[in-house]
Every structure is written in C-alpha cells, then in structure tokens.
Antibody, heavy 116, light 110 residues
C-alpha cells in the first residue's frame, strides 16, 4: 500500500498564511478523491475539505470557506492546502487522506500552531 | 453544518463485545450508505475499519462489524482485545455535500 506524507506545518501568527503539502509514494493520487482532516489538541477529527479526481468538485467545512483553498497536481502526484487569515482555532494536526466518504490511506499529519 | 453524536466513552472486558452508536439525522447518517468508522490510537493517524456502513476493508479483523438502523449507525467489536483500546470515530456524507465526523468515543478495555 502507498504512503502519504504531509509537510508545511509550523508556527504562524494570527492572520498569517501557511501552505500545506501532501506527497504520495506508491499511490496514484489522480485515481482518488482527496481530503484534508484536522484534529485540534485533545479534540476529535474534523473534516476540512475534499477535492474530486479532476478538481471539478471541491467542498469545504463552513469554518474555512473563503480562507482555505484545496488544490491538487495530478502530474506532480500531490495535494495542497493554502490557508490564509489563520485563527487560533485553526491550530491542529492536519492530515491528508485518499477518498472522501471512506478515507483509506492517511498521512502521519503535520502540526499547525496559530499563536502570537 | 451537521452534528453527529457518539457516546464519549465505552468500556468492556477482554473477550466481551461492545457497540458504539453514531446518531445523526435523515440529512446525514440516515440518508446515505456513506457511513465509515475509524480507529485512532494515541499519537497515530486514524485507520479506516468500516466503510459504507458495513464493509470491512482488506486486512481489518472480522471482529469489527458495522450496521445502521434509521438515523443511527453502530460499530460492534466482538472478542475485545487489549489493542482495541483506542478512540473510534464515525463519519457520514451529508445532504450539503459535505462530510462530518462524530465527536469520537474512547474505548477502554478493562
């Protein structure tokens, strides 16, 4: 089975921006819906955004609409999440995963901390 | 957006069976076959254990089973083992073309 590896997390001030990336090995991402899920410290999982194989359908949780942009590069076999206007409640571990209704392969997560 | 409810915690002894519920509405859990379950051990990424209400991915133990009745989906773990101690999350597709996770259930194996 293939693997997903997230990168790009870090410490950012409120109002700042960050771009997360998700690289695949042993997986052809173009065959799959792709999803970002986050988990705030000590909290449960929260679905963030999903994108269809060809990018023609994109969906977001209300709390990130207008601030986050999910995108994919099927040539580069990668997924991205551009996060703008970051807030304290965006602090979380961010996971990328294949699928939408059933998230089959998950990365190990990358941590985003929004704090001054 | 939708809210799907799970019990905060359940517990059972080794060898016993437990069931975790996932209650939503006709706009999510009750309206679609797209209910999945995930297991998450501390510090680890979640793992898919049930898809489309009751399908078990390859490699997942047959001790895990899923079902649905009305607006409530259920995960049953039979023959509890120590390694089953983890957090469990359900997720569902919704009528808003979004997905929602339940709040999670902490399973303690006594």
């Amino acid at each position: 089975e293939g693997q997903l590896v997230e990168s790009g997390g870090g410490l950012v001030q409120p109002g700042g921006s960050l771009r997360l990336s998700c690289a695949a090995s042993g997986l052809t991402l173009s065959r799959h819906w792709l999803t970002w899920v986050r988990q705030a410290p000590g909290k449960g999982l929260e679905w963030v955004a999903s994108i269809k194989q060809d990018g023609s359908e994109i969906y977001y949780v209300d709390s990130v609409k207008g601030r986050f942009t999910i995108s994919r590069d099927n040539v580069d076999n990668s997924l991205s999440l551009q996060m703008n206007s970051l807030r304290g409640d965006d602090t979380a571990v961010y996971y990328c995963a294949t699928g939408a209704s059933s998230l089959s392969v998950w990365g190990q997560g990358t941590t985003v901390t929004v704090s001054s | 957006q939708s809210a799907v409810t799970q019990p905060a915690s359940v517990s059972g002894s080794p060898g016993q069976s437990i069931t975790i519920s996932c209650t939503g509405t006709s706009n999510d859990v009750g309206g679609y076959k797209y209910v999945s379950w995930y297991q998450q051990h501390p510090g680890k990424a979640p793992k898919l254990i049930i898809s489309e209400v009751s399908d078990r991915p390859s490699g997942v133990s047959s001790r895990f089973s899923g079902s649905k009745s009305g607006n409530t989906a259920s995960l049953t773990i039979s023959g509890l083992q120590a390694d089953d101690e983890a957090d469990y999350y359900c997720s569902s597709f919704t009528s808003s073309t979004t997905w929602v996770f339940g709040g999670g259930t902490k399973l303690t194996v006594l």
